[in-house]
């Protein structure tokens, strides 16, 4: 167990629909990173937040957004779905320090239909 | 941009044999760090080694241990005596460093399905 919580572990949803995923960092984690793997893209780093703040992004649609909660806590917000967005998605999180290390959730598998 | 490619999307290894996994990537920094995440089929991302690039020793953890080649851009991965339970996807990573503190998201290859023969 990482310490990572991500809520639902699936979800089946319609295109068009809107989603959004939540994640609990571990203890005392300040950042929180969203990945997503689908089989054509791999592995990739959506966005990262820092003690609720906004620090990196990367290939992030701009129909999804983010962000962090005072208590920590992080939404992925998913929104005008499409099939293309069926994929798993990862929260990780790590210590302001610590660079050598990020845990990962069990991630969140999407389907759209 | 920095780019991981991992150029052996599957590999086959006996059980107690020595497998080496093959990682390039690259950088225009000289302060990153290196990672390598296994997923078994439970899905769940685990990091089996890591390497800061500042550090020219490398890495080891117990059967697991990495060649660094710094100059090379390359990071392989040897699994020595392998197991059963290494059967997995393997993925190899890159973290950048941010000039101001703190560290960029994960960058990673496509990753290498590892079969473990019994």
């Known amino acids: 167990d990482s310490g990572v919580t991500q809520t639902p572990k699936h979800l089946i949803t319609a295109t068009g629909q809107r989603v959004t995923l939540r994640c609990s960092p571990r203890s005392g984690d300040l950042s929180v990173y969203w990945y997503q793997q689908s089989l054509d893209q791999g592995l990739q780093f959506l966005i990262q937040?820092?003690?609720?703040?906004?620090?990196a992004k990367g290939n992030i649609l701009e129909r999804f957004s983010a962000q962090q909660f005072p208590d920590l806590h992080s939404e992925l917000n998913l929104s005008s779905l499409e099939l293309g967005d069926s994929a798993l998605y990862f929260c990780?999180?790590?210590?302001?320090?610590?660079?050598?290390?990020?845990?990962f959730g069990q991630g969140t598998r999407l389907t759209v239909v | 941009a920095q780019t991981v490619t991992q150029s052996q999307p599957e590999m086959s290894v006996q059980e107690a044999e020595t497998v080496t996994l093959s990682c390039t990537y690259d950088t225009s920094e000289s302060d990153y760090y290196l990672f390598w995440y296994k997923q078994p089929p439970s899905r769940q991302m685990i990091l089996v080694i890591r390497q800061e690039a500042y550090k020219q020793q490398n890495a080891t953890e117990n059967r697991f241990s990495v060649n660094f080649q710094k100059a090379a851009k390359s990071f392989s991965l040897k699994i020595s005596d392998s197991q059963l339970g290494d059967a997995a996807m393997y993925f190899c990573?890159?973290?950048?460093?941010?000039?101001?503190?703190?560290?960029?998201?994960?960058?990673f290859g496509k990753g290498t399905h590892l079969i473990i023969q019994p």
């Open positions: 990573a890159y973290r950048g460093v941010f000039s101001g503190g703190g560290a960029d998201g994960l960058t």
């Open positions: 990780a999180s790590s210590s302001r320090d610590s660079y050598t290390e990020a845990f």
């Open positions: 937040y820092y003690n609720g703040e906004e620090r």
